[in-house]
């Protein structure tokens, strides 16, 4: 699976963005998918994820209530909406993909990484 971030841009405080990532590859629906993101001089972290099979989903408790993972298995596209945006939420976004083992909240289990999308919250 190879994955392309896309949907960042500049965002007022309060406004709303939708982030996609396409993937190729046949194997899509069988893997589970997270959003990380990297602020500037800061380590990435974890936002949310979706399980591959019945689609459950974890949140970072920064964005619970904000932010909705989904996907669309049809598509090979998964996607992050993203409202109330905070000026705290300006970074690089990742989508990446891992497989059944492990936290889906830890970055060390995700072995397929896209390019970044850059989100910048500011009025």
């Known amino acids: 699976v190879q994955l392309q971030a896309s949907g960042g841009g500049l965002v007022q405080p309060g406004g709303s963005l939708r982030l996609s990532c396409a993937a190729s590859?046949?194997?899509?629906?069988?893997?589970?998918m997270g959003w990380f993101r990297q602020a500037p001089g800061k380590e990435r972290e974890f936002v949310a994820a979706?399980?591959?099979?019945?689609?459950?989903?974890s949140y970072a408790d920064s964005v619970k209530g904000r932010f909705t993972i989904s996907r669309d298995n049809a598509q090979n596209t998964l996607y992050l909406q993203m409202n109330s945006l905070k000026p705290e939420d300006t970074a690089v976004y990742y989508c990446?993909?891992?497989?059944?083992?492990?936290?889906?909240?830890?970055?060390?289990?995700?072995?397929?990484w896209g390019q970044g999308t850059e989100v910048t919250v500011s009025s």
């Open positions: 990446a993909g891992k497989g059944t083992l492990g936290s889906d909240s830890s970055r060390s289990f995700y072995g397929i």
């Open positions: 979706i399980r591959y099979s019945a689609g459950g989903t």
């Open positions: 590859g046949r194997s899509f629906a069988s893997v589970t």
